[in-house]
Every structure is written in C-alpha cells, then in structure tokens.
C-alpha cells in the first residue's frame, strides 16, 4: 500500500487547510485509515481515524469540533479538513494505514504517508 499525502502548508492562526491521502496499492489491506501529526519532541499524535468500508469517523479531543475526516472511495483518498487552526496545531501531518479495525494507537499502523507540514502562525 502506497499513501501519499498533500495539501500542507502556511496559514494564519484562525485559518484553514484541507490535507489529502491518496492510497494505491492492496486494497484489502486499506480497511482503516488515520490521521497522525508530530511535533518537533513531542510522540507522534493520534488525531482521528474514518473505516472505509463506512461508518462515522473518530477524533482525539485534541481536534474534535474543529477537523473533520472524510472518506471518497471512488478517489480512494481520505482528507482531513482542519478549521479554526492554532500555532500548536504547527506538525508534520501523516496519514497511515492499516488491514484491521480502527485504533488511535500508532504501532498498530503498517503503512505510512511521508508526512506533509502545516505551520500555523
């Protein structure tokens, strides 16, 4: 499985950015897509994870209320629409894959995304 993310960059605090991940590759092995920010010292963040067979997505309170996680099947890409964006919000975004149930937690993750950086100042 191959995923490659886009849609980062700079915006001001307030602002807002929509992140893509595009998927390829096996399909059965895509049935649970997440979002993962980093700060530079800080553990890699869950933020949010979307079933693609369906069903509603999940957030960390860290984000809820303000990005939101959707699923096109016919692009086979997730995005992660992020409003009301805050300087500590400033982190490589990733998104990941994995062939089971959603889980929040990282290591359960088998493919990964090569980051995309968002800076919000």
């Known amino acids: 499985v191959q995923l490659v993310e886009s849609g980062g960059g700079s915006v001001q605090a307030g602002g807002s950015l929509r992140l893509s991940c595009a998927a390829s590759?096996?399909?059965?092995?895509?049935?649970?897509m997440g979002w993962f920010r980093q700060s530079p010292g800080k553990e890699r963040e869950g933020l949010g994870t979307?079933?693609?067979?369906?069903?509603?997505?999940t957030y960390a309170d860290s984000v809820k209320g303000r990005f939101t996680i959707s699923h096109d099947s016919a692009k086979n890409t997730v995005y992660l629409q992020m409003d009301r964006l805050k300087p500590n919000d400033t982190a490589v975004y990733y998104c990941?894959?994995?062939?089971?149930?959603?889980?929040?937690?990282?290591?359960?993750?088998?493919?990964w995304g090569q980051g995309t950086q968002v800076t919000v100042s």
């Open positions: 990941a894959v994995r062939d089971a149930f959603c889980s929040s937690n990282k290591d359960a993750y088998t493919y």
């Open positions: 979307i079933n693609t067979g369906g069903g509603s997505p």
């Open positions: 590759g096996d399909t059965d092995r895509r049935n649970c």
